[in-house]
């Protein structure tokens, strides 16, 4: 099992706070935590240097062409945008209309996904962090079977998640 030290980031500084300003809009925090508690950008990151490595260059392109068109749509990076205009731009991208970036479409979906993947996957890939994806919809996660009473019921048991490192069980 690799530690915290032995996990690689492969997204700079910046283009880890843009990913988490879209990870924010995407599934932001209400009553209960959005993507970024879930730990969606920890998920993102480790999965561009892992098993997602073959998308690293487009979120690299997509990040940098998405910041210039808030930069040319509002006039700020996208980060420091009010969440109205960062909605706008994340409009843009969803609809494939930013300039100079012809596959915006697609690299919003696959984003959108990824988000999704950290806030309700299996969190020893490094998100649903604290099982939050899991308490939001109420899956049990992997319980090691079911009284006969949850039989065609919901089932009302705290999630469980098998292999998670000490550090991120609660």
Partial sequence: MESKSERRSVLTVIETRILAAIADRIF??????????AGAVEYIDRALAGDYAEFLSSYRKGLRALNRHAREKFGGKFVRLSDADKDAVLL?????SVPHFKRSADFFETVRCHVLEGVFGEPRYGGNRGLIGWRLVGFPGQQFGYADAYINKPVDMSPVAADLPQDRKE
């Fill in 28 to 37: 932001p925090a209400t009553e209960s935590p959005g993507a970024v508690e």
């Fill in 92 to 96: 843009d991208l969803e609809a494939g």
